[in-house]
């Protein structure tokens, strides 16, 4: 036995290590073509796959292939734009975009109907957010009134209180602490709640008191023949953040009512107080960082009474809907909530007559359109006006001799039809592309009434500075 | 260039590999892996592309030096001489800023303080080189006559920007002398695969939880909130930074080098001198090999030598005083484990040692991640319940809701799955067909899933990219 034993043991070893040695290095090589056929497969179609230009969900260009000069390519940025435009651009890029967010929400469960993006913790590492205590009220008290006889005065128009209006105080530098919400960076983060994006706002007195002396600065450039108004929009935050939550960040009612403590001369369009009413109405969309047109409406209205001007019922406009809409605050968040709850867009169509002509930001004639556009997709926003970059000019047939400048965010455009049937003439004007000097525009093209109009991130956030680059340069 | 990029995967990789495998010639190859090492460190850094090739031409020719004046004192002086440029580049574009700023500071004057922009990957190489030199010094090591052959080892992609930091004896043979087999070509696939799965799936998931719960505003954080991030944050460094050693790994062995481990399961140690055999082990071999055991402060003085290791390897992370607290914090646990002795230690409960091992890690951590020391405070405080804020908030309940599952996976990951593994494939053949072909159906789906993943992060490159 024992020799059938020593004979036995090394012919039925051998085979078993060769045969584990076959089938190893048969998988192996398995393996190398499969995964040599999928890098092929990718590869080929990156190459030659049509890359996207732009990013509707993202509501942003993509990477351009860069064009080549030596300081560019000795300073990296070359190479590294190049590198970036290949990663940036892939084919079907949005459906990839899809399938990640739909891999992300499966990584965990969602609490309390709440999914978090980014940083909503804070705004910046140990940043203070800014909120009115009542010790905070007392050490603020609003700009005195100055009788010094050098000083402008005004009249409000809507009533008839005569007020000082001095030379703008200095303005108090500030570094950004909101990153630009309207070009697709948010320095906080989106919060989702029961299937609606917020994105989370910190304010900063401090921002707030500049954007307040930057419109300070027109109303004495301009005078008292003609009315400056400041209408900050307050975003979803105000009206559908949790109020345990709301508690944590920054308030934009607060941060409104320190804005309204330093305005000098410029008359404040409560938007705040006009939307609250109607918070369980579809003034603020879902799934975009914009508010809704309905939204705008009821701001517009509140404008017009402090205008003193004419203001169309909801009833005389062609209402629209556009089903299906999913915006930005999807494409910047990739939260699948977003994506699988889609909204209506609904717009209204005034019902009077006006014509529309679309000039660049030096102010050379583009064309001739309508005010409101064939939009699609993620991208419903641009019904009006298509984008941001052109000046347009709206000529109603409304008789008052009234003409209004819109100096203005992205929040500013669904203001714009809501007014057709309230001035003679609009002038919408994007404080962040327009390259003329405001002052010497508004007073060249007749100008009584001025509407800044724009949301808390861009009035306390870095678009703020644009007010006073475009009445300086 | 980063590893974890469609432009690299699928551009210059495929690219590489085929020029590679165009020819069998060895000294082509190596030209190829030059040519390549150079465009992949050119892309980042144009101009300082310059430098890696002047550092590799000096210690090319102190090696010369060395070796031709072997036994003679000019040989030393070549050594000094080799140590004092490469050291004195790193000083000038790593530290100077940070000298300057302290001098400053310290004697309230106002230099000038200088401001370079950090060459990628020059601690990494710096080290690489300094090994050469003092390896051939040591003769452990031939001298290498060819600055081609040498250029390929300095600048070699796989593992020039983020280590891990190969010394010259590991690769020394396979210089001259390799070819890569369907098995090394099959591991280093796999490898790649995992590394950038580890990455892209889990790495650029966690930091978005980091984002989230220590980017925010510190003071205000609950306790468990702190300590959540500080956890999330150590997962999320390790993932990152053993998964781009994992790739350059496997990019290794798909050109025939075989790199030493650089992770090794760290965060299953029981005690801190064991973390660090088992983090970034090529840093602390290198340390070990070329600073611990240099008679710079004789033989009964191996603690001081302790110390300078560890302010060393806090200092070689970044010119802060926060990366030299992190080192010096780590070097007092292991000066105390090594004054208590190994003995003492193992007597200890094993879940105890667990325990304090990893409080020591994860609160080390936050050390590494702020970088602004009044933060740091703050951080401190919040761990230690004496900040008076909320003992757990609503973000840190619904950031760990909505990441559980990736948490998990992250956790358990950690532990040595593969290992055990390992030992199934040897229990049969019929394991090793079932075990062998479910990891080509594993790499499949890593590779896709971390490929569509990377379409939607642009830039996210790899943590260590900064040192």
Known sequence: ?473 | MTFSSLFFLYFFLPICLICYSSTQKLEYRNIILVIFSLIFYAWGEPIWVSLLVFSAFIDYIHGLLIHKFRGKVWSKIALISSLTINLGILAIFKYSGFLVTNINELLSLNLTVPSFKLPIGISFYTFQTISYTIDCYWDKVKVQKSFLNFLMYVSLFPQLVAGPIVKYSTIEKEITSRKTTISDLSKGFTRVIIGLAKKVIIANNLSLIVDTILGGNISSLSYIGTWYGAIVYALQVYYDFSGYSDMAIGLGLMFGFHFDENFNYPFICKDISEFWQRWHISLGTFFKDYLLYLPLFGKRRKYASLFLVWFCTGLWHGASWNYIIWGLYFGIFVFIESFLGKKKIKKIPMIVRHIYSKLIIFIGFGIFYFENLKSLLNFFKNLFFINGNAFIDDITKISFANNIILILIAVVFCFPITKFIEKLREKSTKMLAVLDMSQVAVNVALLLISSIMLVDATNNPFLYFRF
Not at chain 1, 216 to 243: C, H, I, R
Request: aromatic letters at 12%.
């Open chain 1, 1 to 473: 036995m024992n020799n059938i034993d020593n004979i036995d043991i090394p012919i039925l070893k051998q085979p078993v290590k060769k045969d584990r040695k076959q089938i190893e290095k048969s998988i192996q090589t398995i393996n190398v073509i499969v995964i040599a056929l999928i890098f092929a497969a990718i590869s080929l179609f990156l190459l030659i796959g049509k890359r996207p230009t732009v990013s509707k969900t993202e509501n942003r260009e993509l990477a351009r292939f860069p064009s080549f000069s030596s300081k560019s390519f000795f300073d990296g940025e070359y190479t590294a734009n190049i590198a970036n435009y290949y990663n940036d651009t892939v084919p079907f890029r949005s459906t990839f975009k899809d399938m990640t967010s739909s891999l992300r929400a499966s990584m965990g469960i969602e609490l309390d109907g709440i999914i978090i993006y980014g940083n909503v913790n804070g705004g910046k590492k140990d940043a203070k957010k800014d909120t009115l205590s009542a010790e905070k009220t007392e050490t603020t008290p609003p700009p005195k009134q100055t009788t010094d006889e050098t000083t402008p005065t005004v009249t409000d128009v809507t009533t008839g209180i005569t007020e000082s209006s001095p030379v703008p105080v200095e303005t108090v530098p500030v570094e950004d602490e909101i990153d630009d919400i309207e070009e697709g960076i948010l320095s906080g983060g989106i919060l989702v709640y029961r299937n609606r994006g917020i994105p989370v706002y910190y304010g900063s007195f401090a921002a707030g008191q500049n954007y307040a002396s930057f419109v300070n600065a027109y109303k004495a450039d301009l005078g008292e023949s003609v009315n400056v108004y400041s209408l900050v929009a307050p975003t979803a935050q105000s009206f559908y953040m949790p109020k345990k939550y709301a508690e944590k960040y920054g308030s934009e009612k607060d941060n409104l009512e320190n804005i309204r403590q330093f305005l000098n001369g410029v008359i404040e369009v409560d938007a705040y107080n006009a939307l609250l009413p109607h918070k369980k109405e579809n003034i603020y969309s879902r799934t975009d960082h914009h508010w809704a047109p309905l939204g705008a409406f009821y701001a517009a209205q509140e404008f017009a009474k402090k205008a003193n001007v004419p203001f169309a019922d909801l009833s005389t406009y062609e209402k629209v809907i556009e089903p299906g809409y999913v915006g930005t605050l999807y494409g910047w968040s990739q939260v699948a909530a977003l994506k699988d709850n889609p909204e209506d867009f609904i717009y209204y169509k005034p019902s009077n007559q006006y014509t529309t002509t679309y000039y660049d930001p030096n102010f050379n004639f583009d064309h001739k359109g309508p005010l409101l556009i064939k939009a699609y997709g993620s991208s419903l926003y641009c019904t009006f006006m298509g984008s941001d970059e052109f000046i347009v000019h709206v000529n109603t047939d409304v008789k008052n001799g009234r003409t209004l400048a819109i100096v203005k965010d992205s929040y500013g455009n669904a203001l714009v039809p809501c007014l057709t049937g309230s001035f003679e003439n609009i002038y919408v004007i994007d404080m962040r592309y327009f390259n003329l000097n405001a002052i010497n525009f508004m007073r060249e093209h007749g100008v009584t009434d001025v509407l800044f109009a724009m949301n808390t991130f861009s009035a306390t956030g870095g678009n703020s500075k644009h007010i006073e680059r475009i009445r300086t340069q």
